[in-house]
Structures are given as structure tokens and as C-alpha cells.
């Protein structure tokens, strides 16, 4: 298939509920009124083959995952998600004309559309081309949130509470036992597929405006990532351990192997909220909970010491033990 069969095969039906794209034929894309009183929250998130992925991941799981990270940074802010474009550097044996690049790029619409289907987002545009290096993606995403409300990471206040939605460690376990070093296949599974495709929180997330005071998705790891909450907001984040979600297969793999502990606190690809708020907003967000069929924890606190993270043992005690500057970051 030659680019413009392309488009018009493959990636225009991608664009058809969203009016202003016009079905790709236009130069760009128009975006609606974001609507009285919201505006338009925009993210972008690129990976790489090599780098994100393995290059020979299936099409359609690696399309879901790029579109779903982009997904979870709407949440974060509080956004509803509306539209997406997606940009293409392929390398010659998927971009030339050869059925196998055909089938490759029929694999990545494919996941973009049950993916599409799945959060309710469209296909506004794009661009595909032809690389020298590794296979890339880039993915732009657009939604829609109260201008004066969007979840920000500066906003967390002494007395507030903390709390993450699902479970946390799944995504770093899942990518060591993907490199072989968990040998638990009876246990792994499960977290190989997390780590493959996350779960955006796309309903969860708009529906905390105006409860949480400060909130991001865990990307970089939950400790780093309640940092980050930390410092934006200058104030100190308690984490208790013990109250840390974990799933079943990663409480099989800490079992078995205490030192993973360290990769559930630390590592990433979690794709899970984050967020701080009042005390008196805990019987609302246990309610959020129930409706939106989503596990929400609550696992510490802000105070107002020095800005940064400590984590607490089951004794209440702060943990410092465990490399790379410890679990209490300044
Ligand atoms: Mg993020």
C-alpha cells in the first residue's frame, strides 16, 4: 500500500467520529468548542522500538499501549479524552510497500480501534514515514477539562491524604520477568500483561476534579512520582508500606524474593493515579470507588516538613535502607 491508500484505508475510518477531521482529507484538523468554561488539555508521549517495546511486540498491543500512556497523562489532569494524532517513523522492512508492512500497519490500526472503542477517543490525523532507525511512535492527545479545576501536581496541602488507584510494582515486575529475571512463570503472567498494556484511569480521573487537591499518573515509579507531588507542592508525602496495594502475583514474587520490594516502590510503567485529598473527602472518593468499579488505596499523608518522600515501615518507621539514596528522598 502506497501512503495515500494508507490513509485512506487503513487510518481515515480511525477518524470518523470526530467531525472536524474532515476523514483525514484536509491539510489539519479542527477541534470543537472545548465547551463553557473547559479548556483543552494537550500531551504527547513518544516510544521507541528497542527502547519501548521490542520490535517484534505484536503491532496491535504496542499501538494500544502508546495511545493508553497518553491516556493516563489526560486522567491525571482531570481530562476527559476526546481525540489523538499519531505519527509513524518506520523502518524500510515495515515501511515499504510489501504485505508485511501492510500487515504491520493493519495490526497497529486494528489495536488503535478497540482501543478507540474502549475510551471514546478519535483519530484526528497524523503523518507516517520512512526511517533509517528504529521503528518509532509518537502520539499527541487532546481532552477536556474545567480550565480552573485541572488536576495539577502543586496543589497538596498538610492534612491532606494519599492515595493510588489498582495495584503498584505490576509494570516493573512484569519488565523483569519479560528479561528473564523473575523465573515465577506460574506467578507473572498477569504482570507481563500489565507491564504490556496498562489501564488508563480515564474515568476515575475527570471525576476527581474538585476533590483532589494534587495528582499525576505513576510513570516514573510511585516513590519518585509522590516526589514529584512533593516538591511541586513543597510539602513532605508519608507513605506507609504496608498499605501499598500490591496484586497477587507481585505478592508472590516479594514473597519469594524480598528485594523486589524495592522495584515495586521505585520502578514504573504503573500508569496508575496519584493523588492527594482533604480528609473530609474520603467517604466521596470511597464512593468514586464503588461507582467507577476502580481500587482506590489510601497509603499516607501530607505533612509540612522538608519537601520530599519518606516511606514508613509497618512499626511506623521511616525506611532508609534500600539503595539509591534510600526510600526517604530528600
Ligand atoms: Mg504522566
Known amino acids: 500500500l502506497g501512503e ?60 494500544r499501549k502508546a495511545l493508553r500512556c497518553n491516556l493516563s497523562d489526560l486522567a491525571a489532569m482531570g481530562a476527559a479524552p476526546y481525540g489523538y494524532t499519531v505519527a509513524l517513523a518506520m523502518p524500510r522492512e515495515v515501511a515499504g510497500d510489501g504485505a508485511a508492512a501492510t500487515d504491520w500497519v493493519r495490526a497497529f490500526a486494528r ?23 528504529p521503528l518509532w511512535i509518537s502520539i499527541t492527545a487532546f481532552g477536556r ?85 512533593a516538591h511541586r507542592s513543597s510539602v513532605r508525602i508519608e507513605i506507609d508500606a504496608p498499605a501499598m496495594p500490591l496484586s497477587a502475583g507481585a505478592i508472590a514474587c516479594v514473597d519469594s524474593a524480598p528485594d523486589l520490594l524495592h522495584h515495586v516502590l521505585t520502578g514504573g510503567d504503573d500508569y496508575e493515579l496519584l493523588f492527594t485529598a482533604p480528609l473530609d473527602r474520603r467517604e466521596t472518593i470511597e464512593a468514586l470507588a464503588a461507582e467507577t ?4 488505596s489510601r497509603i499516607g499523608r501530607v505533612t509540612d516538613g522538608r519537601s520530599g518522600v519518606t516511606v514508613l515501615d509497618r512499626h511506623g518507621e521511616a525506611i532508609d535502607s534500600l539503595g539509591s539514596g534510600g526510600w526517604s528522598h530528600a
Open 145 to 229: 477539562v474545567d480550565s480552573a479545576q485541572a488536576l495539577r501536581r502543586s496543589g497538596a496541602r498538610p492534612g491532606d491524604e494519599l492515595w493510588v488507584t489498582g495495584t503498584i510494582g505490576d509494570g516493573a515486575l512484569g519488565l523483569l520477568a519479560r528479561n528473564g529475571r523473575i523465573l515465577r512463570d506460574d506467578v507473572t503472567e498477569p504482570l507481563v500483561q500489565r507491564y504490556l498494556l496498562p489501564e488508563p484511569r480515564t474515568r476515575l480521573g475527570p471525576a476527581l476534579v474538585g476533590i483532589a487537591t494534587a495528582a499525576l499518573d505513576v510513570s516514573d515509579g510511585l516513590v519518585a512520582d509522590a516526589g514529584h507531588i
Open 111 to 133: 489495536g488503535l480501534a478497540e482501543d478507540q472503542a474502549a475510551f471514546g477517543v478519535h483519530l484526528l490525523g497524523g503523518d507516517s514515514v520512512s526511517t533509517p532507525g
Open 293 to 296: 468499579a476502580t481500587r482506590i
Open 4 to 63: 495515500f491508500a494508507r490513509i485512506d484505508q487503513i487510518f481515515a475510518p480511525l477518524s470518523a467520529g470526530a467531525p472536524g477531521a474532515f476523514g483525514l482529507t484536509d491539510d489539519a484538523a479542527l477541534l470543537p468548542d472545548a465547551g463553557p468554561g473547559q479548556g483543552w488539555v494537550v500531551t504527547n508521549d513518544a516510544v521507541v522500538a528497542g527502547v519501548h517495546f521490542v520490535p517484534d511486540d505484536p503491532p496491535d498491543l504496542v499501538a
